[in-house]
């Protein structure tokens, strides 16, 4: 499967932004999706995950609350929306997907380009 990520960008601390990544391939509806982020000199982290059909969506606990993880079948997409956005949320944020629930959380098999959010204090 092929992921391209859009619609970072710049906002104002409190803020927020929808970040969606579109995939390729017949078997989309079949993986679980997620979003992981990396800043500069740190390893890239877990952000969020939805499993193949929509039903458990998982999150980390920095976020939890915040942003919410959605998915859409039909178009092949997933979403995220980020509200109450931090500085501490500034980084290039990256699609995932993998066959594995656990997998798309730790080590997923898959990644989109990465798409660069900057949130200003």
């Known amino acids: 499967v092929q992921l391209q990520a859009s619609g970072g960008g710049l906002v104002q601390a409190g803020g927020s932004l929808r970040l969606s990544c579109a995939a390729s391939?017949?078997?989309?509806?079949?993986?679980?999706l997620g979003w992981f982020r990396q800043t500069p000199g740190k390893e890239r982290e877990f952000v969020a995950a939805?499993?193949?059909?929509?039903?458990?969506?998982y999150y980390a606990g920095s976020v939890k609350g915040r942003f919410t993880i959605s998915r859409d079948n039909a178009k092949n997409t997933v979403s995220l929306q980020m509200n109450s956005l931090k500085p501490e949320d500034t980084a290039v944020y990256y699609c995932?997907?993998?066959?594995?629930?656990?997998?798309?959380?730790?080590?997923?098999?898959?990644w989109g380009q990465g798409t660069l959010v900057t949130v200003s204090s």
């Open positions: 939805i499993s193949w059909s929509g039903s458990s969506t």
């Open positions: 995932v997907a993998d066959s594995n629930i656990v997998a798309v959380r730790t080590k997923p098999d898959y």
């Open positions: 391939g017949r078997t989309f509806s079949s993986y679980n």
